[in-house]
Each structure stands twice: as C-alpha cells, then as structure tokens.
C-alpha cells in the first residue's frame, strides 16, 4: 500500500476514535441549544477563591450547596455594581446569585452517564446579583479584662 494510502487510513481510523471518545453530533447541537428556564434566586455564604479583575469574573466557594451539588463556582461573573479592587480573598461574603437551569434530554441524560459516567440531568448558568462582606468578628463576645483587685 502507498504512503498516501496508509496515512489516508490512519487520519479516518483516528476521527472513527475521536468521534467515539466526544460526544455524538445531535448531542453537542442540544447542549449548544439548551434553553434556560426562569432563574432561581438564592443566597448563599462562602468567600472569594479567586478574582479575576481584567474578565470582571470570580472563583468562589460556598458553604451551602448549589442546586447541582457543588459547592465551587468557577468563573462567575461580577454584577456591575461591585468594585473589583474592593473585594478581598478568603473573607465571608454573603452572595445572591441567579440559577438558571435546561434540563437535559432523556437520551442525553442516559448517554452522558454510560458513555462518560456523568449523573447529569441538566446544564446549570449562575449569575452572581450582589455580594455582600460579613462582619462575622462582631458576633464574637469581646475578651474579658481581669478586674483590678483579681490577683488570685
């Protein structure tokens, strides 16, 4: 077999492989076409991972759960109200964020957990509406003095 052949057979086995590790055609045109519901509003505490201040985007993490499980959002987009040099790292904010969910397709939802052992029902969007700083050192009771005349 020529060279041309051989090379010719080898680019269709490998995009035969690729196309058998990624997702089919129909199902990539149904996650690009997810149609997102009216969003939930919730708030949740947790505090800044990272900033990203020339993307107006942060990494955050929060104590309560999201509606699909996790617990770190990457990537989360800043409302334009908040100023990106006043936010802090590792401080406890309180965050009210937007969930919006598209549910998945049957066949999709059954492809992803066979193919990909993924346990996914829906594509999930989250837009953060405000975020507040905690005062979470006001809660605690100020350290006692000892009163004068206590030398015991």
Do not use: C, H
Not at 46 to 58: A, H, Q, S, T, V
Not at 77 to 95: I, R, T
Not at 119 to 140: G, H, R
């Amino acid at each position: 077999m020529p060279k041309a052949k051989k090379a010719e057979a080898k680019a269709k086995e490998g995009a035969a492989a690729a196309s058998e590790e990624g997702l089919p055609a129909w199902a990539e045109q149904e996650i690009k076409s997810a149609q997102f519901g009216k969003p939930e509003s919730m708030t949740r505490t947790g505090y800044i991972l990272e900033i990203y201040p020339e993307d107006r985007r942060l990494d955050i993490q929060v104590y309560e759960q999201m509606p699909d499980g996790r617990v770190i959002v990457e990537g989360i987009s800043l409302p334009k109200s908040a100023n990106v040099n006043d936010l802090m790292k590792g401080f406890v904010y309180e965050f009210k964020i937007n969930a919006y969910t598209a549910p998945l397709s049957d066949k999709l939802v059954e492809l992803l957990k066979t193919k990909f052992g993924l346990d996914m029902k829906a594509i999930y969007n989250f837009e953060l509406t405000e975020l507040a700083l905690m005062d979470v050192d006001s809660d605690a009771p100020a350290p006692s003095e000892p009163e004068e005349g206590d030398d015991d």
